[in-house]
T-cell receptor, first 114, second 112 residues
Framework: DARVTQTPRDKVTEMGQEVTMRCQPI?????VFWYRQTMKQGLELLAY????????DSGMPKDRFSAEMPDATLATLKIQPSEPRDSAVYFC????????????FGPGTRLTVL | AQKVTQAQTEISVVEKEDVTLDCVYE???????LFWYKQPPSGELVFLIR??????QNEISGRYSWNFQKSTSSFNFTITASQVVDSAVYFC?????????FGTGTRLKVLA
């Protein structure tokens, strides 16, 4: 049963620290999405990749966030420096083909920045 | 601008009742895609359906059915004979030319 995996599942850190979240997309999927979910803003698309190339990262605060795909099996989302307002659940999703096809979501990383 | 409105924040029904979740969208794109996702208490979002703007045919999948009406910019979701396992937050989403936009979600509680 292929699934998207995310690590860590929970992260508590202090303001100013660097945070790295990792995602392993389903093998063979060529699109990867990063979302952030908060009570206030709901679900927001931060960035997405197709064939490892970033196609849209307009939803991401550029000054502190960065997203990369070092290889087809790993996507990373980094926040440096982290701030309390970054506290949220971060979801990774992967899909096959074009960006409007079905997305398979990971379990999320719950980030708390103190 | 694109927008997805799920006006119902929370709905409670008794098991076996039918329930409809509303979704109204705004977009200037002529080609777009609409989605429903389910987020159970475990947190992981689960894809339910995708519809493109050129296909207004309604769809039924078991107890689930979807009514897409371009004339009213709505894409409503009905669960027939609801079950406790249907309890979740349901999100409607729109994919236009540039971005995915999610609605704020409707929390459905199905009571035994």
């Amino acid at each position: 049963d292929a699934r998207v995996t995310q690590t860590p599942r929970d992260k508590v850190t202090e303001m100013g620290q660097e945070v790295t979240m990792r995602c392993q997309p389903i093998l063979g999927h060529n699109t990867v999405f990063w979302y952030r979910q908060t009570m206030k803003q709901g679900l927001e698309l931060l960035a997405y990749f197709r064939n490892r190339a970033p196609l849209d990262d307009s939803g991401m605060p550029k000054d502190r966030f960065s997203a990369e795909m070092p290889d087809a099996t790993l996507a990373t989302l980094k926040i440096q420096p982290s701030e309390p307002r970054d506290s949220a659940v971060y979801f990774c999703a992967s899909g096959l083909g074009l960006s409007y096809n079905e997305q398979f979501f990971g379990p999320g990383t719950r980030l708390t920045v103190l | 601008a694109q927008k997805v409105t799920q006006a119902q924040t929370e709905i409670s029904v008794v098991e076996k009742e039918d329930v409809t979740l509303d979704c109204v969208y705004e977009t200037r794109d002529t080609t777009y895609y609409l989605f429903w996702y389910k987020q159970p208490p475990s947190g992981e979002l689960v894809f339910l359906i995708r519809r493109n703007s050129f296909d207004e045919q309604n769809e039924i999948s078991g107890r689930y059915s979807w009514n897409f009406q371009k004339s009213t910019s709505s894409f409503n979701f009905t669960i027939t004979a609801s079950q406790v396992v249907d309890s979740a937050v349901y999100f409607c989403a729109l994919r236009g030319t540039y971005k995915y936009i999610f609605g704020t979600g409707t929390r459905l509680k199905v009571l035994a």
